[in-house]
């Protein structure tokens, strides 16, 4: 959600008017504005959504108290730091240049986490596989702090090479379970679990009494000897160690892997950097190449930078939501990432249409983004999957001798509408029909049959008999109109 920002140059009306600087009451108008739009966002986001709001200093206090009042602040997930240009200007009369927008980030609900991103090649970079292990991995703690709450995981383990017990430092305990550390030193040698005098050992580790440390088995070698250590040296010299490890050529401290396929994906942080995720120019730049060299809109955000919201906040069959679209850059970071990924996100952009920035910029750019084909005929690129609609929609009123006729208009729509839920065209693809009055299912089995592979019929159509061989003996896939595309219709 990218509001008009309250800059005081006439960027937002409200009750009829223009706010501009010299209002006496610029804060409370710009909130008052922006109230009813965040509380219908919030009804219409399901339980596991999220919302992005960008802002900038004017107003970014002021936003995050209404929307910790909207949403709930145990909702808030974050405020992102976005680095909006690449050479903050050196003129500014007054005050700090200005180098970051925010982002205010909540979810439906207090356990929203945001998705993870891929790693680079630097990160995974730093992993490597030394021993000649198959999965790369780089070297991680043993121990982890908590030992004064985990007095079960501190205990002894004997080196392999040196026979020396080893002990976590003060505060810290071992990091896996002992089942999991008894299994992995059972790689080096001939262990066992062993009860051992060891209680002011490791109270001093887990800084507690003797009395109070409780009973905790060693691992520990069934017998030291020559032979034990030449063992353990070898399975050193032979690569491939256990998940734990020791330093120093086998004879030193205790390392954990940490192997890549484990891992997973880099966690956003809340500062995003122009480098990752884009800056102004760069969003005029695209705005120029889609349309000819012009950039018809002042200030949009980079594709990056929203691509970058879409990865952490929605999922690849996610159901995307931007009613301030202004120049459209939503629509084209949702084409983008479903066909970088295989996802099927489904996409809605509402704007209000002033000064023609829908039909104008909107529509065009994401047309151009899904097409390849500029306004002019010109070409852009190779065109992208995607199903595009536009709608125009207004405040009807309503009496009842208007009602049915209006209502049977409105299904004459279904059609789109079914386009729109399942991302398809059934004027471009002849494999796919759509019936929904039993006329259409006599017309549509009078001719249109033979190249048909998936049929969506209208919940209520009943076929006869001899439809339903047809169907059958082709090998028909018959998707069912659910009924709610009417209730919505006729509401």
């Keep these: ?110 356990d929203w986490l945001p998705g993870r991103l891929e790693r680079s090649e630097e990160m995974n970079g730093r992993y490597g596989s030394p021993d000649g292990d198959d999965i790369s991995w780089k070297a991680g703690d043993s121990t982890a702090p908590g030992a004064s709450s985990h007095h079960g995981m ?83 010299d032979a690569g491939n160690w256990p998940d734990l490890y020791f330093t120093n050529k086998g004879k030193g401290g205790m390392g954990h892997k940490i192997h890549l396929d484990s891992v997973g994906g880099k966690l956003p942080t809340n500062l995003w950097l122009w480098k990752d995720v884009g800056h102004t120019d760069e969003a005029k730049k695209e705005l120029k190449a889609l349309f000819g060299g012009q950039a018809p809109f002042d200030t949009p955000k980079p594709t990056r930078l929203i691509r970058r919201v879409l990865e952490i906040g929605a999922g690849r069959d996610a159901l995307v939501l931007d009613f301030f679209a202004g120049s459209g850059t939503t629509g084209q970071a949702v084409t983008e990432l479903n066909a970088a990924d295989g996802g099927t996100r489904r996409c809605i952009l509402c704007t209000d249409d002033e000064n023609g920035i829908c039909s104008e910029i909107t529509y065009p750019r994401w047309r151009t983004v899904i097409t390849g084909k500029r306004g002019d005929g010109s070409g852009y690129s190779e065109g992208l999957p995607g199903s595009l609609r536009y709608y125009r ?38 494999a796919l029909a ?37 169907l059958d003996a082709r090998d028909v896939e018959v998707r069912t109109v659910p009924a709610y595309f009417y209730r919505e219709l006729g509401e």
């Design 393 to 430: 929609v207004g405040f009807v009123p309503l009496d009842e001798d208007d009602y049915y006729g209006l209502a049977e208009g409105l299904l004459r729509h279904t059609r789109e509408l079914v386009e729109l839920e399942n991302g398809v065209d059934f004027d471009a693809d002849p």
């Design 434 to 470: 759509i019936v929904l009055s039993d006329e259409e299912a006599d017309a549509f089995f009078s001719g249109g049959i033979a190249s048909c592979e998936v049929l969506y019929l209208g919940h209520d159509v009943l076929l006869t008999a001899e439809q339903q061989a047809a």
């Design 1 to 110: 959600m990218d509001p008009p920002y309250n800059t005081g140059n006439r960027d937002f009306i409200y009750d009829d008017a223009y706010v501009d600087k010299n209002d006496t009451f610029p804060h409370s108008k710009w909130l008052s504005f922006m109230e009813p739009r965040l509380e219908v966002a919030h009804a219409l986001l399901k339980r596991s959504g999220v919302i992005f709001v960008s802002n900038d200093d004017r107003e970014n206090a002021e936003l995050k108290l209404l929307m910790d009042e909207v949403f709930g602040s145990s909702c808030f997930a974050g405020n992102i730091s976005w680095q909006k240009t690449y050479s903050p200007r050196n003129d500014k009369k007054g005050g700090f240049p200005t180098e970051i927008e925010h982002i205010l980030v909540y979810g439906k609900e207090p």
């Design 154 to 236: 501190v205990y002894a383990i004997q080196q392999p090479v040196t026979g020396k017990l080893l002990y976590p430092s003060n505060g810290r305990h071992w990091t896996l379970g002992q089942d999991e550390m008894y299994s992995n030193m059972c790689g080096w040698g001939d262990y066992e679990l062993r009860t051992l005098d060891d209680a002011e050992r490791r109270a001093k580790v887990c800084n507690c009494a003797p009395d109070e440390i409780g009973d905790a088995k060693g691992i520990m070698l069934r017998d030291v000897s020559d032979e034990s250590k030449r063992f353990a040296a070898e399975r050193y």
